[in-house]
């Protein structure tokens, strides 16, 4: 066994803490060897040595900072005597106690951009809230115009389907045609008037109305002129810049359409119904925002398409300078009587051919004629209307000025058909320059009442390539649409985009359908495009849309 350890003498303090004085006034013979020792009074603060007791995490612990955890608060001797030091902890400058309670003291940004970026997020969030209950009776719907939209024409059980196209095929389909040629022009075109590239949302126009000029919107097989030409075996298919634009520009589509199909011998005419839609112009066919269903509602889309044909038609005529001074062609208006007074317009017959032993016609039209550099440019006139800001969610008098680009792609994503229609239409006339024109309601709840904000021209090719219009791939489409009706029987048929699904279907109908005992409900009957005097030439029909717009203006009065 090894030597005790010895511990010496503890001396007891009996009446405090520490000890005993005697212990420290008197000799240092009890004091350890070698362990200095000093005196030092109860205020002085040693600071803390160590401190098992305290934990950060304990919520049940004092929110008091200076709460110690050696208290002697209770001592009699000395009511403010504590061991430790009272000053809290520093703080970690990272960590929950930390980083949370900092984020309620940062200030609030109370900028214009922030708020507005906030509204629009509240207006994103609302809209997609109604799609979402919109769609919630059906989630396997894939596009809205099934819920909102019949088909164009009514189905007749008699009727007999042939084939149904999906519209994934045509985005395959390529077919390069060489330059058309002009079998002949027709009548008359005024000159544009270039003041009004100059008109801003500052200085806006009020559109005028031309009640006293008539508008043609003939059929193929109703026009005199290209009777003719199939009488003297000019082609074999024969259709108009409107019927063509359709069929080129139909994966775009989501309003249901027709088009009327006749095979007679080796020749195929396409045709559309009177009163059909393709007289008419989509307005947000391509939006994502539902438009209201009732056909009373000024902003329904039937109401909107009358209101669209209306404002296309006064704003071809408005923008022309009106002196008399006209462009004339080989023949006048084929459509008009004489003396009667015509919108200015010129029809190009032209022809391309698709085959060795296939050629198509096709009427093209141009509005105005410009000179430029001492050479003659044709123009092809549209207007863009706006109904209602909020649809859109771009407001044209404060954008059009100074982001002009953001309402043109706001108008691309909400009307891509018509504009790619559009489009097509003025490279098959060969138009040197497309007019879009900007037109705006005085008040939103004033469909009768328009003003120009602005008008912008456009190279059709270069606007074609911007909005992805791929011209050897419309070709591609309209070949492979006559090289399957040129496999049908002779007879009549029709194709008919379904109005719910991204495909057309054909159909052989009787020989005497969309006659007058057939009753169709494209239009109502009051705003039916009616025929003009027995006097016209060739039974054509002229439509009116200023008389179809005061009737419906009447009517919701």
């Not at 045609?177 to 005024?190: Q, R, S, W």
């Not at 007019?435 to 008008?455: E, M, Q, T």
């Not at 992805?468 to 008919?496: A, F, H, P, Q, R």
């Amino acid at each position: 066994m090894g030597k005790a350890f010895d511990i010496g003498a503890v001396p007891f303090n009996a009446e405090g803490w520490g000890p005993p004085d005697s212990t420290i006034t008197g000799s240092n013979i009890n004091l350890p060897l070698n362990v200095p020792f000093a005196p030092f009074s109860r205020s002085d603060k040693l600071g803390r040595i160590a401190d098992w007791t305290r934990n950060f995490n304990n919520p049940t612990r004092s929110k008091n900072p200076a709460d110690a955890v050696f208290d002697f608060t209770n001592d009699d001797d000395d009511d403010t005597f504590h061991l430790v030091d009272p000053k809290p902890p520093p703080r970690p400058k990272f960590g929950p106690k930390w980083r949370f309670p900092q984020q309620r003291q940062l200030p609030q940004r109370r900028d214009e951009e922030v708020e507005a970026k906030k509204r629009e997020q509240e207006k994103e969030r609302a809209r997609r809230d109604r799609l979402y209950h919109m769609n919630r009776s059906n989630p396997n719907q894939q596009r809205r115009e099934a819920a909102v939209f019949k088909s164009s024409v009514d189905i007749q059980p008699e009727w007999n389907m042939h084939d149904q196209i999906p519209f994934s095929t045509f985005s395959k389909l390529s077919f390069t045609v060489p330059e058309p040629e002009d079998l002949l022009l027709c009548g008359a075109l005024e000159y544009y008037d270039r003041t009004y590239d100059r008109i801003t949302p500052k200085n806006e126009r009020r559109l005028e109305r031309f009640k006293n000029r008539n508008f043609f919107k003939v059929t193929t097989t109703d026009d005199p002129i290209i009777r003719r030409l199939a009488n003297e075996d000019k082609a074999t298919v024969f259709a108009t810049d409107t019927i063509l634009s359709t069929l080129m520009c139909a994966p775009r589509s989501v309003y249901s359409w027709d088009i009327v199909v006749q095979r007679v011998g080796n020749k195929l005419f396409f045709d559309k119904r009177d009163g059909s839609q393709l007289d008419l112009l989509s307005v947000h066919e391509t939006s994502q925002e539902p438009l209201p269903e009732s056909k009373d509602d000024i902003n329904s889309a039937h109401s909107l398409s009358v209101e669209a044909a209306y404002i296309n038609q006064n704003f071809s005529q408005q923008v022309l300078i009106r002196d008399g001074n006209k462009v004339t062609f080989d023949e006048a208006n084929p459509f008009a009587n004489e003396g009667e007074e015509v919108a200015s317009v010129a029809y190009r017959y032209r022809r391309w051919k698709l085959d060795d032993d296939m050629y198509l016609v096709a009427r093209c039209e141009v509005h105005s004629v410009v000179d430029v550099n001492k050479q003659r440019s044709f123009l092809t006139l549209n207007a863009l209307n706006e109904f209602d800001p909020k649809y859109s969610g771009v407001d044209w008098r404060q954008k059009l000025e100074t982001q002009r680009g953001a309402v043109l792609a706001t108008e691309l994503k909400n009307n891509a058909n018509k504009l790619a229609k559009w489009t097509a239409q003025a490279l098959l006339a060969s138009a040197d320059t497309m007019k879009l024109g900007y037109v705006s309601r005085i008040h939103p709840r004033d469909h009768f009442n328009h003003v120009i904000l602005a008008v912008v021209g456009y190279k059709p090719r270069d606007f074609a390539a911007q909005i992805n219009l791929n011209t050897t791939n419309m070709w591609g489409i309209v070949k492979s649409i006559v090289d399957l009706c040129m496999k049908l029987n002779e007879g009549k048929y029709v194709l008919v985009k379904d109005p719910s699904k991204p495909q057309v279907r054909i159909y052989e109908v009787p020989a005497d359908a969309f006659e007058n005992d057939y009753v169709e409900e494209p239009l109502p009957e009051d705003e039916q495009v009616q025929p003009p005097s027995e006097g016209a030439e060739g039974g054509e029909a002229t439509t009116t849309t200023n008389d179809v717009e005061d009737k419906q203006i009447d009517g919701q009065a």
